[in-house]
């Protein structure tokens, strides 16, 4: 899979300005090096939060931009309490043509 992700990105690379790599794997780096050479600004998106960090450090150095994880959930999440039960749900799926 790092493999075929890689070689996506390396074709991608002269068609796009900006790449964001869900990851913290230190594989990667020489990827993110790569594709900068190219002008492509990188953005990696991982956490440094839990007990073990999910991101190698020299991913996060090669980075353009680091999101923490946690960060990105607060903005992008919603409250658990704001969901909506099983009938209510099927019921604005229906109106919004959910299929």
């Known amino acids: 899979m790092d493999i075929e992700l890689a ?7 002269e068609h796009i300005d900006q790449m964001v790599l869900f990851s913290g794997d230190g594989d990667f780096c020489s990827l993110v090096e ?7 600004r990188v953005t990696v998106v991982s956490t440094i939060a839990s ?7 020299e991913l996060r150095r090669q980075t ?7 960060q990105l959930k607060l903005k992008l999440g919603r409250d ?9 749900d099927e019921r604005r799926s229906s109106k919004i043509g959910v299929f």
């Open 51 to 57: 007990q073990t960090p999910t991101i190698a450090a």
């Open 64 to 70: 353009d931009v680091f999101i923490e994880l946690a």
């Open 34 to 40: 790569a594709v900068q050479r190219r002008g492509v």
């Open 7 to 13: 070689v996506d990105a390396m074709e991608l690379a």
């Open 80 to 88: 658990p309490s704001d969901r909506l039960g099983p009938r209510q």
